[in-house]
């Protein structure tokens, strides 16, 4: 919790905002503070899996690293899965639909399915979605207020 703290009231002081979590160039209209807080709560709503993905060469998604004692590491996740399916729904149709439906659906305690491919084969893979950890969380808010909302200009000398 310390962590977060620090992490919201940094970006208080920074002057960072962010509302939509959309990236662009937002304009918010709300303050620093109730677009943090409207992150954070955004966030802790989302269920956690504890895996980390890169993108590989062919555009898919490569499971690059689980976190000890996740749902990840229980539903039997490990490095090198491809992710192909979500309760279904192929990660990479054109149709983007099927996939943002199932995605609105991964909330604290949700049932997840996912269709991997380890080793050439397709493997079934089900977890139950845990709280973000705080760390977890004030990473997530500290790189999207980095990468989309940050409005510090450090001068050169």
């Not at 962010?18 to 990236?23: D, I, Q, S």
């Not at 943002?100 to 305690?109: N, R």
């Not at 050439?120 to 493997?123: A, L, P, V």
């Given at each position: 919790m310390k962590s977060l703290r620090w992490l919201l009231a940094l970006a208080l002081?920074?002057?960072f905002a962010?509302?939509?979590?959309?990236?662009g160039d937002h304009k918010c209209d709300k303050s620093a503070q109730d677009c943090l807080d409207k992150m954070a709560a955004h966030m802790k709503a989302r269920g956690w899996l504890g895996i980390e993905t890169e993108k590989t060469a062919d555009g898919r998604y490569a499971v690059s690293a689980v976190e000890a004692g996740?749902?990840?590491?229980?539903?039997?996740?490990?490095?090198?899965?491809?992710?192909?399916?979500?309760?279904?729904?192929d990660l990479y149709a054109e149709d983007k639909t099927a996939i943002?439906?199932?995605?609105?659906?991964?909330?604290?305690?949700s049932?997840?399915?996912y269709t991997v491919q380890r080793a050439?084969?397709?493997?079934q893979l089900a977890a139950t979605l845990a709280p973000v950890p705080e760390a977890v969380l004030a990473q997530w808010i500290g790189e999207h207020m980095?990468?989309?909302h940050s409005h510090v200009r450090v001068a050169a000398n």
């Open positions: 002081l920074l002057g962010a509302a939509g979590f959309a990236g996740s749902p990840a590491e229980g539903a039997g996740f490990r490095a090198g899965d491809v992710l192909l399916a979500l309760g279904g729904a943002k439906k199932a995605k609105e659906s991964l909330a604290v305690g049932k997840v399915k050439g084969e397709k493997t980095l990468d989309q």
